[in-house]
């Protein structure tokens, strides 16, 4: 299996663009989180679904976030508009049982 | 989301010695108390894990105690080597409910 597969690996956007990051889970994990790390504030929950449906989204910290999961092997995080305080590494996991395993990240810089 | 607390926030090891990284918790309901190792550029990866039925885990050379009455648990990295240089975080979940609750993360360097 190729793990959890992120793209882009960096994104370097401008402040007031959409961003959409992409995730693609390990085939028949039931579980998909999406997670932030910086420096000030390390791993942060965003959201994560079971089974393609969004279970906790209490960790999005603006309505400028969104996340979608269309089907079992796909999901986005899109940041509309973007600002510079987004800017971060975004890590999508994926779970069965309790197995969790993360991508390699997306690098967002928005400048 | 419910804390953990992780200490000490970097480490520096002599090769051959034994790294401790400690974690504190305090939701009663996690059930699920990972380790997991991150190298520059890369997520984070499972090292080991234990659930609160058991008191130690060893894997290879690396242990975690776990003291439920204390809220309280850590990982041992005996013989230390560096190529265990990384950022080690530990993390509780309660399986049925949320995801993973990571503590800040240890920066830890083990000099040859």
């Known amino acids: 299996d190729a793990g959890v597969i992120q793209s882009p690996r960096h994104e370097v956007t401008e402040m007031g663009q959409e961003v959409t990051l992409r995730c693609k889970p390990i085939s028949g994990h039931d579980y998909l989180f999406w997670y932030r790390q910086t420096m000030m504030r390390g791993l942060e929950l965003l959201i994560y679904?079971?089974?393609?449906?969004?279970?906790?989204d209490s960790g999005m910290p603006e309505d400028r976030f969104s996340a979608k999961m269309p089907n079992a092997s796909f999901s986005t995080l899109k940041i509309q508009p973007s600002e510079p305080r987004d800017s971060a590494v975004y890590f999508c996991?994926?779970?069965?049982?309790?197995?969790?395993?993360f991508g390699s990240g997306t690098r967002l810089t928005v400048v | 989301q419910q804390q953990v607390k992780q200490s000490p926030q970097s480490l520096i090891v002599q090769k051959g010695g034994i790294s401790i990284i400690n974690c504190a918790y305090e939701n009663t309901a996690f059930d699920y108390f990972p380790w997991y190792q991150q190298f520059p550029g890369k997520g984070p990866a499972l090292l080991i894990a234990?659930?609160?039925?058991?008191s130690e885990k060893k894997e290879g050379r690396f242990t975690i105690s776990f003291n439920k009455s204390a809220k309280q648990f850590s990982l041992h990295i005996m013989d230390s080597q560096p190529g265990d240089s990384a950022t080690y975080f530990c993390a509780a979940s309660n399986l049925g409910a949320d995801g993973l609750t990571f503590g800040k993360g240890t920066h830890l360097i083990i000099q040859p």
């Open positions: 679904f079971n089974n393609n449906v969004p279970i906790d």
């Open positions: 234990i659930r609160p039925d058991v």
């Open positions: 996991a994926s779970r069965l049982y309790y197995g969790y395993t």
